[in-house]
């Protein structure tokens, strides 16, 4: 019942899946209508803050800090979240985290879990893993209800079901909650999905969460959402999961003071989230009449799964202080187009086409890098900063070299044109050659238009590429070096 993974290991190339979803008029109306929506309150909320660049530099500093030293603070919320009654796990990669997670459900004595909102948890595929042992997830966020209802996919960090219009919800609410005279107003499926999972919060013992941030200084964790559903989660089960990426840390409790600021007019351009929990530990004291305070076992899973790579990488390390808003998501015209199935990864957009090659082995998600126009759009609203278009062509860079390393490269096309170019562009004599050839060579493909102007319409092999969604235009008559050096020889 859980939505279909996605996996970068096997899903298509970017090319190859944005192709497909162009073709779906319906969700690019969804997704360009969503996108608009969240851009136009996130302009409104940020427009009022007059320091809002001073906040930026601020989030950017406390990320950038806290990556340096990222082994002591995470060391210090380890000890500091111990102390306070919790139990911190260390898991290398996902499968090490999936069975942390899976071992301790079982340990709960409970088949089931409610879960809330968690890239994490997406990101090493956890509801698989818990339904193969025999434990049911129920995702209690209301998108991430739709999408698992749906057997869909997550498309956007932040509004994972941006794809669906109301009247698609009403239908998966309709057919998988048994309610035919289910109403299409958003009162009436936000009142289906509350009684479908108010049981669940009552009767389910066990919870799996994620995490916003992770506070070293306290020991503390905080979750950031709108539904209240999160709260439920947090304080309702006797054992609570935490799954966290090890790059979620914060140096101090006060850092919270910039972070949310920032992250909620990113995300959904409102002042404050509705619910902000932050919890530390366990209330181990429960007083005797029975009545406690949230959960008696606490966990928390920190995972790697590649995150010290990307720390290694001076370059690449940046994609580490993201702080998964999706506000470069919605202002990305790329996403905009294609929607987030595309991606073939739960992070899409911007943020997808870095942190997934990173996350994965590069030859499993080679294409990301490209799925920009590095127009920069990304980098104005990215509330920490992160120079997203220089870790794109850092990334691109790294796909040139391992395509054109060892005995393979020597027969990538690509490749060779690449070496070929680099060689004519190193000598005048051989530029000059190339470009009188160019003119001989593109005679037979130009047209001329009305105006007597010639244009290129199809190229062949490889470079044809080129001229699939556009024409080019035919070479000039005089190149700019025989414009100078005629302008030389006459006068003026
Ligand atoms: S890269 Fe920046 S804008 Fe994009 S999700 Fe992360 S923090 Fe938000």
């Known amino acids: 019942m859980s939505g279909v993974g996605l996996d970068p290991k096997t899903a298509p190339t970017f090319p190859m899946a944005a192709k497909a979803m162009l073709g779906d008029t319906q969700l690019r109306k969804n997704v360009r209508h969503a996108t608009d929506v969240i851009q136009e309150k996130r302009a409104r909320v940020v427009g009022e803050m007059p320091d809002w660049q001073e906040l930026r530099e601020a989030g950017r500093q406390i990320r950038r800090h806290t990556m340096e030293y990222l082994d002591f603070y995470l060391e210090e919320f380890e000890a500091n979240c111990t102390r306070a009654g919790g139990v911190v796990h260390w898991a290398r990669d996902a499968e090490e985290a999936r069975g942390i997670v899976v071992g301790l459900v079982k340990a709960s004595g409970s088949d089931q879990v409610i879960k809330i909102k968690s890239m994490t948890t997406e990101e090493i595929q956890l509801n698989s893993a818990l339904e193969a042992a025999g434990i049911h997830p129920y995702e209690t966020d209301l998108a991430e209800l739709i999408i698992q209802l749906g057997e869909d996919r997550p498309s956007h ?25 289910l109403g299409e107003r958003p009162q009436d499926l936000a009142d ?15 919870a799996v969460s994620g995490a916003n941030f992770l506070i070293a200084e306290t020991g503390g964790v905080c979750v ?34 910039v972070m949310l600021q920032l992250l909620p007019r990113s995300a959904t351009g409102e002042r404050m989230n509705p619910y ?40 690449g390390r940046q994609t580490l ?21 595309a991606y073939g990864s739960v992070y899409a957009g911007p943020i997808g086409a870095i942190l997934t090659p990173q996350l994965q082995e590069m030859h499993h998600a080679q294409s990301l890098p490209y799925a920009s126009s590095l127009c920069g759009a990304c980098y104005e609203v990215c509330p920490v900063k992160i120079n997203i278009p220089e870790v794109l062509i850092h990334l691109r860079n790294k796909v040139v070299k391992q395509n054109t390393a060892g005995v393979a490269g020597l027969f990538d096309v690509e490749a060779g044109a690449m070496k070929a170019m680099a060689m004519i562009f190193r000598s ?23 105006q007597g102007e010639g ?20 070479m000039p008559k005089e190149t700019f070096r ?4 005629r302008r030389g020889r006459d006068g003026n």
Request: hydrophobic share 40%; with cysteine.
């Open 192 to 206: 289906a999905a509350r009684m479908f999972l108010r049981e669940k919060f009552l009767r389910v013992k066990t």
């Open 276 to 315: 902000n929990s932050i919890w530390t530990g366990v209330d181990a004291a429960s007083s005797g009449d029975g009545l406690r305070d949230g959960p008696r076992v606490f966990h928390v899973v920190l995972t790697d799964n590649a995150r010290t790579e990307i720390l290694a990488d001076e370059e």
């Open 428 to 450: 005048e004599r051989r530029f000059r050659a190339a470009q009188r050839l160019g003119r001989v060579a593109e005679r037979p493909l130009v047209r001329r238009d009305g």
């Open 482 to 485: 025989d414009w100078w050096e």
């Open 321 to 341: 202080n993201c702080i998964r808003c999706g506000a470069c998501q919605n202002a990305c015209p790329v996403y905009r187009q294609t929607g987030g199935h």
């Open 455 to 474: 244009w290129i319409g199809w190229l062949p092999g490889l470079l044809g590429g080129w001229t699939q969604a556009r024409d080019l235009e035919e």
């Open 224 to 257: 950031v959402e709108s539904e209240g559903n999160g709260r439920m989660c947090l304080t309702l089960p006797e054992t609570l999961i935490t799954i966290a990426g090890i790059d979620k840390v914060l140096p101090r409790f006060q850092d919270l003071e």
């Open 157 to 181: 960090i932040v509004v994972p079901a941006l794809h669906k219009n109301r009247q698609q919800i009403r239908e998966i609410f309709q057919r998988e909650m048994k309610l035919p005279e």
